[in-house]
């Protein structure tokens, strides 16, 4: 059946306390999501019906949304001016056909004309070109709103588990959080779990790399909790983004930084990135500080949304506003990291517009410098340093395998030189030459410019220790303490 044509169409509103009536499908308004789409209800206007778009799914459908009508997350009130602001698209009934098949439910009808995605409260473009609210202090609010919601979620044993900023919405007077397509969550019932179906990459949780959202349980929500607080905080910075400290190597997503753990923004430095350069992580509150580290670092207790709750109330009640900007916030005495923050950007977009305006000087470098000649010639001379390098190393690696396959015969000769120090002693050498020898040939290596550097410099490590160890086990006399063994 096309659900384009189900205006006028009746269906059974069944209720959690057993009553039912019957409602009339309105208008279609919009296309929802790949479950189904949402219509008016012409009986209620303050409910709207979610028909799914496949019915084979009646039964699971049916108990799970059961389970959502007996186990509903309790949430303070949203109100202002009278006007109740609804967080929750929760099923209030299930509706079902003339057959008795379950075709979709109820829901509270949300305003959403008063309400923006996370993404544009989180980037200040977006918040400008929207006329939205400036001022830091309230997405630390929508902050909050958040980690109450959540906390909430968890509270009855639900996880939303596919977290994100896009798929959350906050609205523009109170910034209290909205969550729609909640039927998608991860759902406790009365008989077990009814799980998620969807979860979204930079938002994984490091554990998750091997999972199904089946397996995902409340740590994937506190990981996706603390990114998307993280970066309503940090100006939509992603807290697994940054600058690549060896820029010559290939990316990697920032979802494989997740899994790697390799977090920037830590009271530890990261071995793959540095900070992205605008980030003002370094003047939040120190106890912000921590409990990011616990949420991103490998082997630490996440936060719970409870946690950030009592967390983000603190920094909302202590906070201090910016004396050079009104809509600036700051924890610490270091100051407003935001003003700091801008004053970068301006600088760099000064020396842009500097460039640009004169004429001479192209990404920096002056016009009067640049010949096809003399880059030519340039380009030649470097390809000859690569080449004579190239040889250099040939002659070097010749000379290596040479060494270690003469190995043995040469410390045979001062054999009873080398055993006297002991068995001990002469495996630490043979550690500590191994670990000079890779830092040596990665050197020599990258010099050449050698495009398979890790193939070669492993398969003349792997020579290397294979003749020392030989030499090692012989000079020791230990294949004939071996055979003289007795059993």
């Known amino acids: 059946m096309d659900h384009d044509t189900l205006y006028g169409k009746i269906y059974n509103a069944i209720y959690s306390d057993g009553s039912f009536e019957k409602i009339t499908l309105g208008h279609i308004l919009n296309q929802g999501g790949a479950a189904g789409k949402i219509y008016e209800n012409q009986n209620n206007p303050e409910t709207v019906a979610k028909i799914y778009h496949e019915k084979n799914k009646s039964s699971t459908n049916r108990q799970k949304l059961e389970a959502m009508l007996h186990n509903i997350p309790i949430l303070p009130k949203g109100e202002m001016n009278g006007k109740e602001y609804i967080q929750l698209a929760w099923p209030t009934a299930i509706l079902e056909d003339e057959e008795g098949f379950c075709v979709g439910y109820l829901m509270p009808k949300i305003d959403t004309s008063q309400a923006v995605s996370f993404d544009h409260l989180i980037q200040k473009a977006i918040r400008e070109k929207l006329k939205l609210p400036e001022k830091y202090s309230y997405r630390v609010l929508a902050a909050y709103n958040l980690s109450v919601i959540v906390g909430a979620m968890h509270k009855c044993g639900h996880y939303i588990i596919d977290l994100k900023p896009s798929n959350l919405f906050v609205y523009k007077s109170t910034f209290s959080v909205v969550l729609f397509d909640c039927d998608g969550f991860s759902i406790l019932g009365e008989y077990g779990r009814y799980p998620a179906e969807y979860v979204s990459e930079e938002y994984i949780y490091p554990e998750g790399k091997n999972k199904s959202c089946n397996e995902m349980d409340e740590e994937q929500d506190k990981f996706a909790l603390a990114v998307t607080i993280f970066k309503l905080l940090n ?70 949304a409870k946690e950030w709750q009592d967390h983000l109330a603190y920094l909302l009640k202590n906070m201090k506003q910016c004396k050079k900007n009104s809509n600036h916030a700051y924890f610490t005495s270091k100051g407003c990291g935001m003003c700091i923050a801008e004053e970068k950007f301006s600088e760099k977009m000064k020396k842009a517009r500097e460039n640009i305006n004169n004429a001479n000087l192209v990404r920096g470098i002056d016009i009067s410098s640049i010949n096809v000649e003399k880059n030519k010639i340039e380009k030649e001379i470097q390809n000859q340093k690569i080449l004579n390098l190239r040889k250099i190393y040939l002659i070097f690696t010749i000379v290596y395998f040479i060494f270690f396959a003469l190995f043995y015969y040469i410390f045979n000769q001062i054999k009873e030189y080398v055993t006297v120090i002991g068995k001990g002693f002469q495996f630490i050498l043979i550690i500590l030459t191994m670990l000079l020898l890779n830092k040596t040939i990665m050197h020599c290596m990258k010099k050449s410019c050698y495009n398979d550097i890790y193939g070669i410099k492993a398969m003349m490590l792997i020579f290397a220790f294979c003749c020392m160890t030989m030499t090692f086990l012989l000079i020791n006399d230990f294949p004939e303490k071996f055979w003289n063994l007795k059993l």
């Open 235 to 304: 100006n939509g910075i992603h807290p697994f983004s940054g600058t690549p400290k060896k820029p010559n190597e290939d990316m990697i997503s920032v979802q494989e930084r997740i899994f790697n753990y390799h977090y920037a923004y830590g009271f530890w430095p990261d071995e793959y990135q540095y900070p992205h350069p605008y980030s003002i992580h370094e003047y939040f509150d120190k106890k912000t500080l921590e409990m990011f580290d616990r949420a991103f670092v490998k082997g630490k207790k996440r936060p719970s």
